[in-house]
T-cell receptor
Framework: NAGVTQTPKFQVLKTGQSMTLQCAQD?????MSWYRQDPGMGLRLIHY???????DQGEVPNGYNVSRSTTEDFPLRLLSAAPSQTSVYFC???????????FGSGTRLTVV | RKEVEQDPGPFNVPEGATVAFNCTYS??????FFWYRQDCRKEPKLLMS???SGNEDGRFTAQLNRASQYISLLIRDSKLSDSATYLC??????????????FGQGTTLQVKP
C-alpha cells in the first residue's frame, strides 16, 4: 500500500514549457485535490475531483488543467510555465467527503 | 478576511511545557475540522480530527467551539520532536460541500531543550 505517490519530486522548467505532475493513489479514494504551498501563503487549492470524470476549480486554477479518467490517477498539467508557478505542489486524497486527506510527498517545481 | 486564521507564531517553549494553539474559521456551515502537522519540507500529515465534544490523543487535546467558530489544540509535556508547523484545517462546508479543505497558514512550534 503506497498511499499517494507523486512524481517527479523535483523539476526545473524554463518559462513557457509545459509539463504534467503525476499523482496516483492506491486506496480507492474518490476525493482528490491538488494544492500549492508558497511561503507565507499556506496551502491553496488548485483543482479538485470528487470522482472519476468529475473535476472542478479551486482557489488558484489559472494556468493549470486536470483530468480524472480513473479513480487512481489525478495528473496536474502546467500549460505554459511561468516563474509565478514556482512552488511546492501537493496532491492529496480522501475516502470520504468529510474525512481527512492523505498527502503525497510533494513536487518541488522551479520555473526559470 | 481569511477563511481560516491562525497566529503564525513562532511559539518557543521549553521541553515539558504546555502550549495551546487557536484558530478561527469564517464559514459557519463547515462540517469537519482537523489539525495537521507539517515538518520542514515535508508533506502535511493528519494529527487529529476535531469534534464538538472534544477529543484527546495522548498528550494532544483538540476542542471545537461551533458557536464562536474556533478550534484549539493543546499539547501537554512538549517534546523536542513536537517542533513543527501545526495547520488548522476546515472542510469547506455549505450546501455544495464537495470535501474541499481550507488551510490556515499554520502555527510554528519550536520546543527547546
Amino acid at each position: 500500500n503506497a498511499g499517494v505517490t507523486q512524481t517527479p519530486k523535483f523539476q526545473v522548467l524554463k518559462t513557457g514549457q509545459s509539463m504534467t505532475l503525476q499523482c496516483a493513489q492506491d486506496m480507492n479514494h474518490e476525493y482528490m485535490s491538488w494544492y500549492r504551498q508558497d511561503p507565507g501563503m499556506g496551502l491553496r487549492l488548485i483543482h479538485y475531483s470528487v470522482g472519476a470524470g468529475i473535476t472542478d476549480q479551486g482557489e488558484v486554477p489559472n494556468g493549470y488543467n486536470v483530468s480524472r479518467s480513473t479513480t487512481e490517477d489525478f495528473p496536474l498539467r502546467l500549460l505554459s510555465a511561468a516563474p509565478s508557478q514556482t512552488s511546492v505542489y501537493f496532491c492529496a486524497s480522501s475516502l470520504t467527503r468529510s474525512g481527512g486527506y492523505t498527502f503525497g510527498s510533494g513536487t518541488r517545481l522551479t520555473v526559470v | 478576511r481569511k477563511e481560516v486564521e491562525q497566529d503564525p507564531g513562532p511559539f518557543n517553549v521549553p521541553e515539558g511545557a504546555t502550549v495551546a494553539f487557536n484558530c478561527t474559521y469564517s464559514n459557519s456551515a463547515s462540517q469537519s475540522f482537523f489539525w495537521y502537522r507539517q515538518d520542514c519540507r515535508k508533506e502535511p500529515k493528519l494529527l487529529m480530527s476535531v469534534y464538538s465534544s472534544g477529543n484527546e490523543d495522548g498528550r494532544f487535546t483538540a476542542q471545537l467551539n461551533r458557536a464562536s467558530q474556533y478550534i484549539s489544540l493543546l499539547i501537554r509535556d512538549s517534546k523536542l520532536s513536537d517542533s513543527a508547523t501545526y495547520l488548522c484545517v476546515v472542510n469547506g462546508g455549505g450546501s455544495s460541500n464537495t470535501g474541499k479543505l481550507i488551510f490556515g497558514q499554520g502555527t510554528t512550534l519550536q520546543v527547546k531543550p
